[in-house]
């Protein structure tokens, strides 16, 4: 097989400044008046070495040799090829940050082999098919563009939904969705209004928000009462590898479930509608609402558990994100034209999972009108990292299909295939060196739910969240 683990253990890795290691000296450790137990421990060290075994000291206690051995047998798997330190931080992961890399860099070009494997196989993009489908595709992505250059209102809803219209088969057409977010809005007002709260205090609106989308309101209406239940947690397929519709806002506006990518993007739509001012923060695969308060202080709001949180959970939630967010790139806040340029990255993921690259035009379209909106920044999507991966490791694959290499070894022989094995290395290296790592939702989820005192995302597990349904109760 031409893409494995073990062919790219072969190649030699592009190499970046290394550093020594330079221990501190300690007491023991100078030669200079070196004790006679320094210089046998020396001894034993270097014996170990050959053996590959731990050596009993008899100067240590019993348990001390336990303990050294211990340690002993850890460094030895640190010290293999493909292995890290195992810690509860790391939840016992024992792949090192660049054989997980790798690992991600070999599924990657498989995949790119399969997809064009088949594309090639059914002269798929002469098709009739693919033609009709890719101009309403080329349609959205004139939309969006249209929104950035100030020729069409800024609008997160529409964009959204011209977004995932393109890859079609949508629960709501634009008249319906258009029709339930202002039944929404209508609710919340109206609800705000018999509460005795300020319609024109932002702070206010926002409480609507979040009371509408997290508990069961009632209002009336023509003196009959009216009620709203909850938006609740759908826990099938949550990263939409299965259905990209999953992935979907218009999914959720037209079921009432959804993830941490939908939830926040409904709110962002309900508050466009409302005319307050909230943005979107990630952090690496979640995402979840920033705004200020009526004293000006930044809030962060957890829409899967209506909870307010501080920056410090998300920095906490792996110790690597601290590096992310000093170079900007989580718990930051999006502006709202940000957010726009944004959807330009989910289109060309549509794409691509509906037809992959094709000539690579569409998607880099879609990049490099996107990317200018986060300078310094174009990591900070994880939908923008999905599409340099496939573009760099498909740049990679056609090299090594054209020149008819068989064994990664023999690349060397071509500077052009060398050169773009060193820009797909180099730019999953970079993606790593930034601090920016997945952290599955699964695992999100389990520390989201210390929080959930309302038990939202558990009792939700029980609820058919796929069907098309209001949420609105007599």
């Known amino acids: 097989m031409l893409f494995s683990i073990d062919s790219f253990a072969q190649i030699k890795t592009p190499q970046t400044p290394q ?4 221990q501190p000296q300690t007491p023991t450790q100078n030669a200079l008046g070196a004790t006679s137990n320094d210089i046998m421990e020396q001894t034993y060290r270097n014996a170990e070495k050959q053996m590959g075994a731990y050596m009993n000291r008899p100067y240590l206690t019993p348990e001390q040799n336990q303990k050294a051995a211990q340690q002993f047998q850890m460094q030895q798997l640190q010290n293999q090829s493909g292995y890290g330190n195992p810690t509860a931080q790391n939840n016992f992961n024992q792949m090192t940050p660049k054989a997980k890399m790798e690992k991600e860099m070999v599924e990657i070009l498989k995949e790119s082999e399969h997809s064009n494997s088949i594309t090639n196989e059914k002269d798929y993009y002469n098709s009739d098919y693919f033609k009709n489908d890719l101009s309403g595709y080329i349609k959205a992505k004139q939309v969006i563009q249209e929104m950035l250059n100030g020729k069409l209102t800024l609008s997160i809803k529409d964009a959204f939904y011209f977004s995932e219209a393109a890859f079609g088969d949508l629960h ?30 932002p702070e206010a609106l926002h409480y609507g928000i979040q009371k509408f989308m997290s508990d069961t309101l009632y209002i009336t209406v023509d003196s009959k009462k009216q009620g709203h239940i909850p938006y609740y947690y759908d826990y099938i397929d949550i990263l939409s590898g299965k259905d990209r519709k999953n992935y979907f806002v218009t999914k959720t506006i037209a079921t009432g479930s959804g993830q941490c990518h939908t939830f926040p993007i409904t709110y962002l739509i309900l508050a466009e509608a409302l005319g307050i001012e909230a943005n979107l923060a990630y952090n690496p695969q979640h995402s979840f ?3 200020k308060n009526d004293q000006g202080a930044v809030i962060n709001y957890e829409t899967t558990v209506d909870k307010f949180l ?3 959970f998300y920095i906490e939630t792996l110790p690597v994100m601290a590096e992310a967010q000093r170079n900007s790139l989580y718990v930051t806040e999006l502006n709202k ?11 060309a993921v549509n794409f691509i999972k509906e037809h992959w690259l094709h000539d690579k035009s569409f998607v880099i379209d879609c990049i490099n009108s996107a990317e200018p909106f986060f300078p310094r920044q ?35 022989k071509y500077p052009d295939v060398l050169q773009a094995y060193k820009n797909y290395y180099g730019y999953m290296e970079s993606v790593s060196k930034l601090g920016i790592q997945d952290f599955p939702e699964a695992e999100y989820l389990q520390l989201l739910k210390y929080y959930d005192q309302k038990g939202k995302i558990q009792t939700a597990q029980k609820i058919n969240a796929k069907s098309k349904k209001s949420l609105f109760i007599n």
Do not use: C
């Not at 339930?180 to 007002?189: E, G, L, R, S, V």
């Not at 034209?337 to 289109?347: I, M």
């Not at 599409?387 to 064994?407: C, P, T």
């Open 289 to 291: 609402i920033r705004y």
């Open 172 to 201: 709501l057409t634009y008249q319906e969705y258009n029709n339930t977010i202002k039944a929404n809005i209508d609710f919340i007002k109206q609800w705000l209004k018999e509460n005795g709260y300020n319609l024109n205090n």
């Open 337 to 347: 034209k940000q957010v726009v340029a944004s959807v330009l990255f989910d289109l």
């Open 378 to 412: 174009g990591f900070i999507n994880t939908a923008n990292n999905y599409l340099h991966k496939r573009l760099y490791a498909d740049d990679f694959n056609s090299k090594i299909q054209e020149r008819g290499i068989k064994d990664l070894k023999e690349m060397e």
């Open 310 to 312: 501080p920056n410090s």
């Open 19 to 22: 550093f020594e290691n330079q």
